[in-house]
């Protein structure tokens, strides 16, 4: 069973920055690409970004691009989200997740096995 587990989040100030860690076990970590996800409030969960088993394919959605940067340590199993310039709308919970990388457009609802996710909260 694959888990993962979310670190990192918590509360700053807008244009501030933040570093997510994401430690996965259950998987072959580097046969797989891997994403960011994130829910607000009362809104969809929405990807953020992902990227592919060798690091060579890499894609953001549009509302991150230029401020957040993914990354991965197949040796360590982590994958990373490096948060820039960061604003009050990206508060939201953030999850990681196993994922292929043509699924970033959508909330993948196929997938039920979501870990706990951590909080990232922006301050105006």
């Known amino acids: 069973q694959v888990q993962v587990a979310e670190s990192g989040g918590g509360l700053v100030q807008a244009g501030g920055s933040l570093r997510l860690s994401c430690t996965a076990s259950?998987?072959?970590?580097?046969?797989?690409?891997m994403g960011w996800f994130r829910q607000a409030p009362g809104k969809e969960r929405e990807g953020v970004a992902c990227?592919?088993?060798?690091?060579?394919?890499?894609v953001y959605a549009d509302s991150v691009q230029g401020r957040f940067t993914i990354s991965r340590d197949n040796g360590k199993n982590r994958l990373y989200l490096q948060m820039d310039s960061l604003k009050p709308e990206d508060t939201a919970i953030y999850y990681c997740v196993s994922v292929p990388c043509d699924q970033l457009g959508t909330s993948y609802d196929v997938y039920d096995d979501w870990g706990q996710g951590t909080q990232v909260t922006v301050a105006s």
């Open positions: 990227i592919t088993w060798n690091g060579d394919n890499i």
């Open positions: 259950g998987l072959t970590f580097d046969s797989y690409s």
